[in-house]
């Protein structure tokens, strides 16, 4: 009983420290991207494809290190928004990357 307790906190703990898809939405990130379709944003889709197999290259745009490759033409949109990205932890931004790329 103790074990299972312990494995429930410890997997309970894992998911709040590192939940990609609650960052994505606790920050605001849904409101300009949508799964399949572009709106404002592009698609996780279409951003998921651009960055297949460059997840490094992903955490360093969201760490405002890296250049557009999707849509550079509406880069000065997307640009402010990493002011909210940025200074995550690497855990974090490792769990926001592997959500946006699960859309490909
Ligand atoms: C106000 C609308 C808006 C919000 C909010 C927004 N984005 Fe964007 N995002 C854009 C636009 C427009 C682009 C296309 C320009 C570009 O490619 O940088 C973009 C592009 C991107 C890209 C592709 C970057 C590339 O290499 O081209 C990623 C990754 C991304 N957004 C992640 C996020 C995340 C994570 C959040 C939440 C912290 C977020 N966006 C919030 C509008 C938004």
Same mark, same amino acid.
């Given at each position: 009983?103790?074990?299972?307790?312990?494995?429930?906190?410890?997997?309970? !703990?894992?998911?709040?420290?590192? $939940?990609?898809?609650?960052?994505?939405?606790?920050? !605001?990130?849904?409101?300009?991207?949508?799964?399949?379709? $572009?709106?404002?944003?592009?698609?996780?889709? @279409?951003?998921?494809q651009?960055?297949?197999?460059?997840?490094?290259?992903?955490? @360093?745009?969201?760490?405002?290190? !890296? @250049?557009?490759?999707?849509?550079?033409?509406?880069?000065?949109?997307?640009?402010?928004?990493?002011?909210?990205?940025?200074?995550?932890?690497?855990?974090?931004?490792?769990?926001?990357?592997d959500?946006?790329?699960?859309?490909?």
């Open positions: 009983m103790k074990k299972v307790l312990l494995a429930v906190f410890v997997a309970g !703990g894992l998911a709040f420290s590192a $939940d990609g898809a609650a960052i994505f939405k606790s920050k !605001g990130c849904a409101s300009c991207h949508q799964p399949t379709a $572009d709106t404002v944003g592009p698609s996780l889709k @279409k951003i998921a651009a960055y297949a197999g460059k997840k490094a290259d992903l955490i @360093k745009f969201l760490k405002g290190q !890296g @250049k557009a490759i999707v849509d550079p033409a509406k880069e000065a949109i997307m640009r402010p928004q990493l002011t909210m990205t940025k200074n995550l932890p690497q855990e974090q931004l490792e769990a926001l990357a959500y946006i790329l699960k859309y490909k």
